[in-house]
């Protein structure tokens, strides 16, 4: 039986979910890439000059000199311009610059390419010519330029490290290596003079990372800096995850590098059989490479890249200060390519190679701006970023602590601007090794922008999440066809696909329940659809929809790990998906949700926390649980599962990822329906090529919830905090605590401050990560003194005071559960 929820669910149509297919066709024919030649053509080369009329025999020499020939030469928006680059790298001297001067039209485009076969490299670096000389233990020293801005080092083709501790090592998951002691009075010791080092380090909760410029060291040795303005919800260094660089003494690994600025000198330890007096030296120089910037009145139109390799970009991370609404996220709003009010302009079957920021941002006002077929690999920051402005969010707030009231906020729908991206298009790229400096990145990130298409798209090896859609301004999104997978690598709290939705109505204070699910939609106003997609996130979610998103279509979706999320949302439909070896982690749903989750696949039990009583969302139904009876009425008290099945879905050959199932199968008994399994992530053959494919699970035919351990305490119920329930305090995994499972109003527990649901986490002044942990601190404590329990409420840390050591908690007869308040 088929549900009418997922009849209707299916049989919707949104306009926009076309929009990018049709602006790729737009472009395609517009730019002649799949219709007739170019009316005018000029050519570039390397050897070339700008002095030239840039005729075959007497070609241009560049980039900018190109733009300033087709601008003065009377022909734009009269008919169609083609420039062609011969084989060569092209120095930037300067960041190249479109505006609206140098528009196009819809019948009149104009094409920057490269020769059909030719590598053409747009670099924003020099190259040096050195003369080295040994100065012992494996150095070399060579006289550089005055006033070299030298931030990444190329030898040969190879980026090189500045000298680090510890020394980088690419076994080591985070970062490379990371050391507690990193920047301690005792390391500082070694260390003449460490101003112009750099210490990077993690978010105490995995939330992405800071960055700081070392400025000196104080009288008592330690180390003094700047910085630390990366992250949207400060809470401090983690302890562990840090490293230094570009510190002199630290120069002891072959291939490390330091820069005396003061002597105007390069040091380098070159690896082993390298000839450095053959060798190719090559800095980065710039930011930017090429930027198109217009305005909404006067806006760059009709212009395309195609066929180039990026590279040589500087790192940004020091100014990566802007926050995004009410998240951990801060930005530099800018990369080695930006679109920046620009309309119908398309950036075609290019490479960007290990750029030091970000790799391509569109900012502000764009419409209509397509990346399509190109290779994002090695980029220091995000691969993809579409971001507007906060002037067009209504009654828009930054920090996650604020609240507004029902009264103060302008309940108009939608945007108040057009200041922002939107129809814009990312298609058929491979975004792989990112975030290799700043690790508060994604493959592709949304934020505060309209109707973004993301199709067919590879995206792995990201230290946090593949796709991330920051908060629900203003929907209507498509994400389809994808294949993302190595994901949350060196962060946590994440999954490969991540959003929030802390818009206008989220913990809005005063707010009527009954309007609660008409006021998500101010922001969220269109539907934001996932679907046909392959996601596995083996450090968090598949699939993390978390505080607040809402109006999400979520269908014919594999997920081979982490299973998916819905927090504190509304109006999130989820059918016809296959969950792998996991579940839905159902996490604080509001009363009156809306939520659907039907004809779904789960291989084990629902993995809800602080979900309270009551009914769960409008309908949790007709799904198909492949362990137990068990699994499937566990939740029966909810109102969910009633005409759920469990049984053998007759996958056709899981081993080689193909999850359809057979004639017979149970699923199609509760409307499942069989999807594309070959149809993942990138199409152009040369992206293929180069492409990975995520690694398939064995199956797992068994329920894997645990069976907790409770035990009574304070006349409350506590246990361990469980696979995935940090993320609901805001706690990093690795942290782990004790659940307060149930604090009824007259126990001890509540009278000393206590409350269902709060997570233990220190006492005693010591960690306390398990529940033996609490009895051992219980133990060590004097009898006779006040007790200090530290604890995690509502994602903010608290004190209760015992007045003296209490009892012991000792193990209860009651069976796993999940808390019961909220």
């Known amino acids: 039986m088929v549900s009418n929820a997922a009849v209707v669910a299916r049989s919707r149509l949104y306009a926009h979910c076309s929009l990018g297919r049709r602006a790729v066709a737009l472009w395609l024919g517009a730019f002649g890439l799949a219709v007739g030649a170019p009316a005018a053509t000029l050519y570039v080369a390397a050897d070339g000059s700008d002095g030239n009329p840039g005729t075959f025999a007497r070609p241009l020499a560049s980039l900018d000199g190109a733009r300033q020939a087709v601008r003065s030469s009377g022909r734009l928006g009269r008919e169609p311009i083609e420039v062609r680059f011969r084989a060569g790298v092209y120095r930037l001297p300067k960041t190249v610059v479109f505006t609206a001067a140098d528009s196009g039209s819809a019948t009149a485009p104009v094409l920057y390419r490269a020769e059909t076969g030719a590598e053409v490299v747009i670099s924003g670096g020099k190259q040096l010519t050195l003369t080295w000389q040994p100065i012992g233990r494996g150095i070399f020293s060579a006289a550089v330029p005055p006033g070299l801005n030298l931030d990444e080092l190329f030898v040969n083709g190879a980026l090189e490290w500045m000298a680090r501790y510890p020394n980088y090592d690419p076994a080591v998951a985070i970062y490379g290596g990371y050391a507690p002691d990193a920047f301690s009075r005792e390391r500082a010791a070694r260390w003449a003079d460490p101003a112009g080092g750099y210490i990077h380090a993690m978010h105490s909760q995995l939330w992405g990372d800071y960055h700081y410029r070392i400025t000196g060291k104080n009288p008592d040795g330690s180390v003094t800096y700047e910085g630390g303005w990366q992250n949207n919800r400060p809470m401090g260094m983690h302890e562990r995850y840090r490293f230094v660089e570009n510190i002199r003494e630290e120069l002891d690994a072959p291939g490390e590098w330091f820069h005396d600025r003061r002597a105007n000198r390069l040091l380098f330890m070159p690896p082993a059989g390298l000839d450095l007096t053959k060798a190719k030296i090559e800095v980065s120089q710039l930011r930017s490479l090429v930027e198109w910037r217009g305005t909404r009145q006067q806006p760059v139109r009709f212009i395309a890249l195609q066929g180039f390799t990026f590279r040589h970009a500087n790192r940004t991370f020091m100014d990566t200060r802007e926050p995004l609404l009410r998240s951990d996220w801060r930005i530099y709003r800018g990369g080695a390519v930006l679109f920046t009010g620009a309309e119908d302009c398309l950036l075609d079957h290019c490479t960007l190679d290990r750029l030091g920021g970000n790799a391509v941002v569109v900012s ?450 009651a069976s796993a559960s999940t808390p019961r308040g909220h």
């Open 364 to 813: 502000n006002y764009n419409r209509r701006v397509v990346i399509r077929t190109s290779w994002i690999q090695g980029c220091g920051a995000s691969g993809v970023v579409f971001v507007g402005s906060p002037a067009a969010v209504r009654s828009p707030l930054f920090a996650y602590e604020q609240r507004a009231t029902l009264a103060g906020i302008d309940r108009t729908p939608g945007p108040l601007t057009e200041d922002y991206p939107a129809e814009c298009t990312v298609e058929d790229c491979l975004i792989t090794a990112i975030g290799r400096v700043e690790k508060q990145v994604a493959g592709v990130e949304i934020s505060m922008a309209r109707r973004i298409v993301v199709r067919n798209c590879t995206i792995c090896g990201v230290p946090r999440a593949g796709i991330n859609i920051s908060e629900g301004t203003w929907g209507g999104h498509l994400i389809e066809g994808c294949d993302v997978f190595d994901t949350v690598l060196e962060t946590g709290d994440h999954g490969s696909f991540n959003s929030w939705g802390r818009d206008r109505f989220w913990e809005l204070r005063d707010t009527p329940e009954h309007e609660a699910a008409e006021l998500a939609l101010l922001d969220a106003a269109e539907p934001t659809i996932i679907r046909n997609s392959r996601w596995r996130c083996d450090h968090g979610w598949d699939i993390d929809l978390d505080d607040g998103s809402s109006n999400y279509e979520i269908y014919n979706n594999l997920l081979l790990a982490g299973g998916l999320k819905l927090r504190e949302g509304f109006r999130r439909h989820v059918w016809n998906n296959i969950i792998v070896n996991n579940s839905l982690h159902p996490h604080v749903w509001f009363p009156d949700s809306g939520d659907t989750f039907t004809h779904n696949l789960v291989m084990g039990p629902y993995r809800p926390a602080l979900m309270g009583a009551g009914r769960w969302g409008r309908e949790v139904d007709f799904n198909l649980f492949t362990t137990n009876e068990t699994d499937r009425t566990r939740f029966a008290a909810h109102g969910v599962d009633a005409h759920s099945l469990v049984g053998n879905p007759r996958f056709v050959d899981p081993a080689a990822g193909d999850f359809r199932v057979k004639a017979g199968s149970p699923a199609l008994a509760i409307g499942f329906q069989n999807f594309p399994m070959d149809d993942f992530g990138v199409r152009d053959p040369w992206l293929r090529r180069h492409a990975r494919t995520p690694g398939i699970p064995p199956l797992r035919y068994v329920s894997t919830a645990a069976n907790a351990i409770v035990y009574d305490w304070l006349s409350a119920e506590i246990r361990d905090l469980e696979g995935e329930e940090y993320s609901a305090f805001g706690l990093a995994a690795e942290a782990g605590g004790v659940l307060v499972l149930d604090a009824p109003g007259q126990a001890e527990a509540v009278q000393v401050g206590l409350r269902t649901g709060d997570v233990i986490i220190a006492c005693g002044g010591a960690a306390v990560k398990t529940v033996r942990d609490l009895i051992d601190r219980i133990a060590a404590a004097p009898a006779a003194l006040p007790l200090t329990v530290k604890i995690r409420r509502e994602q903010e840390n608290f004190e209760v005071v015992l007045p003296a050591r209490p009892s012991p908690p000792r193990r209860s007869s």
